[in-house]
Every structure is written in structure tokens, then in C-alpha cells.
T-cell receptor, first 112, second 115 residues
């Protein structure tokens, strides 16, 4: 692995189902982020973690949860998916605040 | 919280022309302003950034200017090329309740450079 990797790349999910999007980085970055990207709305922050063991809420956290058990991994969980969560999800990491953020390749999620 | 407005939403130019994208922000405490380029179907990638102690920064054909008093910053691309066609996002730092700074993004500008 080189950089930041997300899985799966795409998923179709039935409403009401639970889903975990995976994100792994090998750059030893302290900070990690989850964004959702919707047409015309740009990138909106869902949750973030500035260091292992701590997480914080972003602009649109409702319906999502995260954990940061170690430096490398930052999974995003949808406890009970709804159609409004249909989006492209990007994980990102940065060495520290106010430095370059490196994005994963994205996960296209469709909730039907 | 921080609010970032970005204009225009779409911009069409001829190859060789200059392109300018403008952003305004609301939080006077913001001190970091990056620009990201996202090609179709790809991930966003940083192209240039500027900090609040600098008024202008250049990197070859790309430049960014910052006016702290007016709370606006702009991306300038000179001698545009078809490969500059992409969506460009501006962002501004935002201090969260935790004390940590994250980024608030503008809604993006789709730049189309015609040969």
C-alpha cells in the first residue's frame, strides 16, 4: 500500500442495512477525515480524527459514526442507511492540521 | 462556523486564456487556504495553498492571492491548457470545538478549457 486506500470502491445498499466503509493510510499521518461529495454541494466534512483514540464531528455527522483505534485505520459506519446517504465518500489524511490533505480514491455508495 | 462561497460555478475559456476563480470566507480566524483540483472520476489533489501571513504565492502557471481584510482569495491560472479542465475547490481552515482545525470547502468551479 502506498498512500491512502478506501474499500469498497462502489456499493449498492438496501435502505436500513448497516455498512462500514474502510480507510487505511500508510503515511503515519496523525489526522484523518471523512467527506461526502454531492453534486453542487462540494465536499462536506462528516467526522474527523486529529490523532489515534480521538474523533470529532464535522458539518454533517448525523447517521454516521467513526472510530480510530490506531493511526492507520479510520472506518466510517452507517448504522441504518437511508437514500439521502447516497453519495461519493472520500477519506483523507494529513500529517497535522493546516497541511496538505491526501485523499483516497473514493467510495460510490448508492442506497436504494 | 466557517462559510466559504466560491464563484463562478462553471467557467469556460479558450486555450491560452487566463482563468480566475474567487472565494470568500466568513471566519476572520481562518489562516490556511488550499486549492484542490479534481479531474473527472478522480480524487481531489492539492495544487497550491497559502497561509494568512502571505498575500500572494506562485507556482509556474498557477497563483493564489489572499486579501485578509476583505476575506477573499483567488486562484489564477495563466496560459490555460486542455489538461487544466477539472473541478477546482477552494477551502478555508476552521477551528472546531475540539480546538483542532479542519477545512471547509467551497462548492467547486468546473473549468473547461477548449482547444
Amino acid at each position: 500500500i502506498a498512500g491512502i486506500t478506501q474499500a469498497p470502491t462502489s456499493q449498492i445498499l438496501a435502505a436500513g442495512r448497516r455498512m462500514t466503509l474502510r480507510c487505511t493510510q500508510d503515511m503515519r499521518h496523525n489526522a484523518m477525515y471523512w467527506y461526502r461529495q454531492d453534486l453542487g454541494l462540494g465536499l462536506r466534512l462528516i467526522h474527523y480524527s486529529n490523532t489515534a483514540g480521538t474523533t470529532g464531528k464535522g458539518e454533517v455527522p448525523d447517521g454516521y459514526s467513526v472510530s480510530r483505534a490506531n493511526t492507520d485505520d479510520f472506518p466510517l459506519t452507517l448504522a441504518s442507511a437511508v437514500p439521502s446517504q447516497t453519495s461519493v465518500y472520500f477519506c483523507a489524511s494529513s500529517a497535522q492540521e493546516n497541511t496538505e490533505a491526501f485523499f483516497g480514491q473514493g467510495t460510490r455508495l448508492t442506497v436504494v | 462556523g466557517e462559510n466559504v462561497e466560491q464563484h463562478p460555478s462553471t467557467l469556460s475559456v479558450q486555450e491560452g486564456d487566463s482563468a480566475v476563480i474567487k472565494c470568500t470566507y466568513s471566519d476572520s480566524a481562518s489562516n490556511y487556504f488550499p486549492w484542490y483540483k479534481q479531474e473527472l472520476g478522480k480524487r481531489p489533489q492539492l495544487i497550491i495553498d497559502i497561509r494568512s501571513n502571505v498575500g500572494e504565492k506562485k507556482d509556474q502557471r498557477i497563483a493564489v492571492t489572499l486579501n485578509k481584510t476583505a476575506k477573499h482569495f483567488s486562484l489564477h491560472i495563466t496560459e490555460t491548457q486542455p489538461e487544466d479542465s477539472a473541478v477546482y475547490f477552494c477551502a478555508a481552515s476552521r477551528r472546531m470545538n475540539s480546538g483542532y482545525s479542519t477545512l471547509t470547502f467551497g462548492k467547486g468551479t468546473m473549468l473547461l478549457v477548449s482547444p
